[in-house]
């Protein structure tokens, strides 16, 4: 086999489109890479979705391969979701975090991974074991369980437990820990500052945790840790001191590396995507992924080559990379189970699924402060008022930003209006919005990342001066709930997920109780 073929066997590309694309096809032929990566972009309905994992198999079948691709997905659940029509919705990892059930993180990764499996994507880049200790993080929030490290540890590693018995491999993320930062590395690089005891007492449990019980993957951080690594800015994607010295040296984690997506604004608007994956190979990563753009994903393989050629790279470096990704392969991949996969199964999106789901949904959904039911008459007129849901952070789906809160309550109650609000809201929507809650008996009101954003918390205080009782909703952040003190109840979905939202609004209404406890401390 060529060098350029063995490189191409630690490449993980994405593509556009729900039928393989012409640059992957070319990519699977030409450089026999590694793996794929879908995004909702990629996703239809799950024959669809089946039909296409089915297609690019078959293009590496027919290409010589010895061993099947990785195919792999973000499907953290809640807030990063990328299966939609057809399969199962399920609970996110920070309303998880707020049933206190670990085991219930095994049951939604037993659920997702085998529905995942099912529809020939053999690889979940998840669980999130990131410790979200910073309530200004803008990109991990509720992608994590919770701040206490133990705790996180626990649901994570259970987690991992359940995907794998379903079949599918895992990936912990983001190492060495993305939870205490203030800025998302899709938009720039973070930094996180903590000294070693810190860091060995918080971020790396649950990353301990989980190698102690047979972690599959570890996805690295594009975040720089200056305890760690002398080098100005080098991220710990690019870091040998983050990913040999501390995660394959201290740690003893043995198997596969994989970087987050090097095309991100922390890497790609820093060294670039072609040269990071140079440095994450002489790091220690075994996968690297370039997720959207083909130049850039055949200009890495060539630097890659290039500096395997020039001795910068040893061949046995390449060649310790290829035994991981085999071994994996091996473990979890088969060419005869691909071809029997015709078929979608009936349990993907059954009643059976969603009940379990509905179920988890209840135990977490949490009423934060206050009291229901609301002593709601059928004569009683009430606005249900929300920002539009412009999606919260560059890694969620644009797919799930409407929000179905008002669709809901108008299901319930006769008398209710809807009004969404521009996103970010203009001081004469508040206005106009105040004048107007003077009609009403009730206001159901929905915030979105209140907490980071000026405008909703303008519109709060206002509403907080009026007569008129407000049940509040916090549709993403909880430390939404630290600005909602006025609400006569205050309601945790976590997510704006359909499932969660519905809750909400069945226990404002009296109809269902919801059972969770916060995860996070407010203040």
Request: net charge negative; aromatic share 6%.
């Amino acid at each position: 086999m060529n060098l350029h073929k063995k490189v191409g066997q630690m490449m993980i590309f994405g593509f556009k489109g729900i039928q393989p694309s012409e640059e992957i096809k070319f990519m699977i032929r030409e450089y026999h890479i590694g793996g794929v990566i879908l995004f909702g972009r990629n996703i239809g309905t799950p024959q669809e979705i089946l039909h296409l994992t089915s297609e690019l198999q078959e293009e590496a079948r027919r290409s010589g391969y010895e061993r099947p691709l990785l195919i792999c997905i973000d499907q953290e659940n809640g807030a990063v979701r990328r299966l939609g029509e057809g399969a199962t919705i399920m609970p996110g990892s920070m309303l998880l975090g707020a049933t206190q059930q670990p085991e219930l993180a095994y049951e939604t990764g037993k659920i997702t991974g085998k529905e995942l499996r099912a529809l020939g994507i053999n690889w979940n880049l998840a669980p999130v074991v990131d410790v979200n200790n910073n309530p200004l993080n803008p990109v991990i929030g509720v992608r994590s369980f919770g701040e206490d490290p133990k705790k996180v540890a626990e649901f994570s590693k259970e987690a991992v437990r359940g995907m794998q018995d379903a079949g599918v491999m895992t990936t912990i993320k983001h190492f060495p820990g993305h939870g205490d930062t203030q800025v998302d590395s899709h938009l720039d690089l973070p930094v996180i500052d903590h000294d070693m005891d810190r860091l060995q007492q918080v971020e790396l449990v649950p990353f301990k945790e989980c190698i102690n019980h047979g972690a599959d993957t570890v996805m690295s951080a594009h975040v720089y840790f200056p305890t760690i690594e002398p080098e100005l800015n080098r991220p710990a994607t690019l870091s040998k001191r983050v990913i040999t010295g501390l995660l394959r040296e201290e740690l003893g984690f043995e198997g596969v590396v994989t970087t987050d997506c090097m095309e991100m604004d922390a890497i790609s608007k820093g060294i670039g995507t072609p040269k990071g994956g140079v440095e994450a190979v002489k790091a220690g990563i075994d996968l690297v992924m370039v997720s959207h753009l083909h130049d850039r994903q055949e200009e890495t393989i060539k630097q890659i080559v290039k500096a395997v050629e020039e001795d910068d790279i040893s061949m046995e470096h390449i060649e310790d990379s290829i035994r991981r990704i085999n071994k994996l392969k091996d473990h979890y991949l088969s060419w005869a189970e691909i071809a029997s996969n015709k078929e979608v199964p009936s349990f993907v999106g059954s009643d059976e699924h969603q009940k379990v789901s509905m179920d988890i949904y209840q135990q977490g959904v949490t009423l934060a402060q206050g009291q229901l039911p609301l002593p709601l008459n059928k004569d009683d007129r009430v606005l249900v008022v929300y920002p539009k849901n412009e999606y919260a952070a560059l890694v969620e789906d644009k797919r799930y930003s409407t929000m179905t809160l008002g669709k809901h309550f108008k299901s319930i109650h006769e008398k209710t209006d809807v009004l969404e609000l521009q996103n970010p809201i203009g001081d004469n929507q508040i206005k106009g919005l105040i004048e107007k809650t003077k009609e009403y008996d009730y206001i159901i009101l929905g915030t979105l990342n209140a907490s980071l954003d000026h405008p909703q918390q303008g519109l709060l205080k206002e509403l907080a001066k009026m007569d008129v009782p407000v049940v509040a909703i916090a549709i993403r952040s909880p430390y939404d709930v630290r600005l909602l003190d006025f609400a006569q109840a205050t309601i945790c979905t976590y997510e704006f997920s359909q499932p969660a939202l519905q809750l909400a609004v069945e226990a404002i209404v009296g109809s269902k109780v919801i059972r969770g406890n916060l995860p996070v401390t407010i203040n």
